[in-house]
């Protein structure tokens, strides 16, 4: 492969949920009718045999839940209820955008992750946090922010089942604001939000942005539709809680344009986007210990993605045996999946931050099914700060033949390395204290001493 520009224009407007059917070919996941076929389910009705005959039914028969994992499009929706009203509960939308500014045509990318996590006892709802960052990728201009937003959320949607299914959910508490919206009749979804806060960790911005889902569709981020998270010594993940388990997609095709007011000015851009949902009871075991990353390959369109676990401190001891490794035919959208030490993340050079004085794996190689190929960063210096500590999120490219040779891939990591305790003691892992303000289950959650 030889390196050429990086896609981002946005494909044809008007894409609908009919375009977007006859565009992906079935892949044998689709479970139910009014999904994008190749994608995940949209029902869970049960199906009439062929026959004609109903299926089994009567006292006692299960009729109603069916096997779907997820139910599109009410799983795109953030959730609730008993279920997942817990200290451990996790959910976010994410998605990076990488493009152009379309005033001076320079290369750029954005990435935008509004969370729900935990239980926050003086909101009477979970902890809402926004991740941002901005980078330029041709003059190495880079901005980040945390926003830490509070004040009831506003939420508005139709009913679960509706056929114009939709939501939107929006806080703003006068410093900082979020707004996620949802379309299903056109696949199309509304990121925004903005912050006043300045210091060296938070830059003030405001973003607009839409984003289109484009075939395939969404696709699962692990063959069975559910992802372990983190390293349980004590190996007690339950599908029936989704202790340690999350539920997870992505759409990896994702039209995007928007404008962003940064430093002083205003940068209108347009983009391929990468979308993940991801969700489930697994605030616990050591989940803060990863490199995960997705890449685009520029001459076929593929996509890879994988996630890999670390047992020690400062990215050593990997734990091979949980590794995730997804790849999809950018032209057939054709997936493939390996586990465990099928796909390694070899580490050959470290960059030590200045900012934090954290040691990131900034260089080295993966070995996949697909091939070996060496990584390194478009710029060393995309640090953010969580609520735990500085992390990575930045743009990272891939080349082929060596660490000198042609890039061939362009996408984005996230390394995070939260190895400390909050100042009540709690573990990183556990999130910060002011969302875990329900009562703790004896038997769990996990703690390191266990």
């Not at 114009?164 to 939000?193: C, L, P, Q, V």
Request: proline share 7%; charged share 20%; hydrophobic share 30%.
């Amino acid at each position: 492969m030889t390196a050429k520009t990086q896609r981002g224009a946005p494909r044809a407007e008007g894409l609908t949920r009919r375009t977007l059917l006859k565009s992906a070919p079935a892949t044998g996941f689709a479970l139910g009718t009014g999904a994008f076929a190749g994608t995940l389910a949209s029902t869970t009705a049960p199906a009439r045999a062929q026959t004609g005959q109903p299926p089994l039914q009567g006292p006692g028969i299960e009729t109603s839940s069916g096997q779907a994992i997820y139910s599109l499009p009410r799983d795109h929706a953030w959730h609730g209820s008993e279920f997942y009203q817990s200290n451990d509960f996790n959910e976010w939308h994410y998605i990076t955008v990488l493009g152009r500014d379309l005033d001076t045509g320079e290369r750029i990318s954005v990435f935008w992750v509004p969370l729900s996590q935990g239980w926050v006892a003086a909101e009477g709802r979970p902890l809402h946090n926004v991740l941002f960052a901005f980078h330029n990728l041709d003059t190495g201009e880079f901005h980040t922010a945390l926003l830490y937003i509070t004040g009831p959320m506003t939420t508005e949607g139709s009913g679960p089942d509706a056929e114009d299914f939709n939501f939107r959910y929006e806080i703003d508490d006068g410093k900082s604001g979020f707004t996620t919206a949802y379309t299903h009749a056109t696949e199309t979804w509304e990121f925004g939000g903005y912050t006043t806060e300045k210091d060296e960790w938070n830059e003030p911005f405001r973003l607009s942005m839409t984003s289109q889902a484009q075939a395939p569709g969404y696709a699962p981020m692990a063959y069975w539709g559910l992802e372990s998270i983190g390293v349980d010594p004590q190996q007690r993940q339950n599908p029936e809680t989704m202790y340690g388990l999350t539920l997870y997609y992505t759409a990896p095709d994702m039209a995007s344009s928007g404008e962003l007011e940064v430093a002083g000015r205003t940068v209108r851009f347009e983009g391929t986007g990468w979308f993940e949902h991801q969700w489930g009871n697994f605030r616990n075991t050591y989940q803060y210990r990863y490199f995960w990353a997705w890449f685009r390959f520029e001459e076929s369109g593929d996509l890879m993605t994988f996630r890999q676990y670390y047992e020690g401190e400062e990215f050593r001891n990997p734990n091979y045996n949980v590794n995730r490794y997804f790849y999809m035919d950018g032209e057939t959208f054709e997936r493939s999946y390996a586990f465990g030490p099928a796909f390694k993340l070899i580490p050959e050079r470290m960059w030590t931050s200045e900012k934090s004085g954290i040691v990131y794996p900034w260089y080295g190689r993966i070995e996949t099914p697909n091939g070996t190929y060496w990584y390194e960063p478009t710029l060393e210096e995309q640090e953010g700060l969580g609520f735990a500590g500085p992390y990575i999120e930045g743009v990272i490219q891939l080349r082929e033949g060596g660490p000198d040779g042609p890039i061939v891939a362009t996408g984005f990591c996230e390394m995070i390395m939260f190895t400390g305790t909050y100042d009540d003691g709690t573990d990183h892992s556990m999130g910060p204290p002011i969302s875990r303000g329900l009562p703790e289950d004896e038997d769990g959650p996990w703690t390191p001493e266990l």
